[in-house]
């Protein structure tokens, strides 16, 4: 493997990296390496101990030690064949990118190629705004892919760019209607629905659209908590999905929920697999200002002590 491109700055598409780089080369977006080169020492723990075989090939690599990164177009030549990144410019723009196959008419459209999925689109603008995605997706529909592959789900074509297209003017429009009314945040959440695309995957992610596209019309920039980060000696008394989430309780009786998500530093355990209940853990951790989190603080560092 030469090449690694990051399509997209999340955990779950970045997080293979470190197992084909070094030696692949990773491109990211200038974005993204801003966002990489500011990594917390625990990112880049968790980053190189990933995978157990990359120990060694990983000592003292950091994850821009192999990277290059572009500001708006790259085009490559491998083997005879082109392939262009393309950057589409937007304030919001987390650094996403489409990777693009004239040749061949195929396209990796990341966030904005999904197929009858309603996108997952956030307040803090993590995944960008509906205004950045219809800007994205204006230019690479004008590429009119045969074959388009998304960020995760089905493959489609030009059409699915179109029916997105589509379906974030509808949303925007059913926002701006009800705060034309005079409707308070908090109704417009419980009013917005999508009920045109009946059958489309995740309708649990109207709530989180309606709020983004509020504040996206009323001019707001992104809703990001300041976070601060604590550490507490704890004892874990449930555990579901494998370890991902943890319910655990402080030495005076206090329960919360923590997160592992993608970043973790285990010390004592190989990964959250090996937690049971009862064990006890020394944790680091992220609470944001309101103190929401609904699926739990997310863990940071996470070592088991001995009983
Ligand atoms: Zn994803």
């Known amino acids: 493997m030469r090449f690694v491109i990051v399509t997209q700055n999340h955990g779950d598409h970045i997080g293979g990296t470190s197992l084909f780089s070094p030696p692949a080369t990773v491109i990211v977006h200038d974005r993204v390496a801003k966002e990489w ?6 990112q880049v723990k968790s980053w190189q101990r990933r995978f157990p075989e990359r120990a060694e090939a990983l000592r003292g690599v950091k994850p821009l030690d192999n990277g290059v990164s572009f500001s708006d177009r790259m085009t490559l030549h491998i083997g005879g064949k082109t392939i262009e990144l393309v950057y589409v410019d937007d304030t919001y723009n987390p650094g996403d990118v489409a990777v ?11 966030f904005v190629g999904y197929r009858e999925r309603h996108p997952d689109i956030r307040p803090d603008y993590s995944h960008g705004t509906t205004f950045g995605m219809l800007k994205q997706l204006e230019v690479l529909s004008a590429l009119k892919p045969k074959v388009l592959v998304p960020a995760h789900g089905p493959l489609g074509d030009v059409t699915d760019l179109h029916a997105l297209t589509d379906y974030l003017l509808l949303a925007r429009q059913k926002v701006r209607t009800m ?26 992610h109207f ?8 504040r996206e019309l009323k001019g707001e920039g992104p809703d990001v908590e300041p976070i601060t980060e604590r550490t507490a000696h704890v004892i874990i008394s449930k555990i579901a999905e494998e ?45 944001p200002a309101d103190g929401k989190a609904p699926l739990g603080f997310d863990i940071t560092e996470l070592t088991v002590e001995p009983n």
């Open 37 to 42: 080169a500011g990594w917390k020492g625990y």
């Open 100 to 110: 693009w196959l004239p040749e061949s008419g195929v396209m990796h459209a990341g």
């Open 179 to 204: 705060m034309q009314a005079g409707m308070p945040l908090d109704a417009v959440e419980k009013r917005f629905d999508m009920r045109e695309y009946q059958g489309w995957d995740r309708a649990n």
């Open 207 to 214: 709530p989180a659209m309606a709020d983004t596209i509020y």
């Open 243 to 287: 370890g991902r989430f943890l319910t655990v309780q402080t030495e005076d009786g206090r329960q919360f929920q923590l997160r592992a998500a993608g970043d973790v530093v285990f010390e004592g355990i190989p990964d959250r697999s090996a937690l049971k209940t009862g064990m006890r853990l020394t944790v680091t951790y992220r609470e």
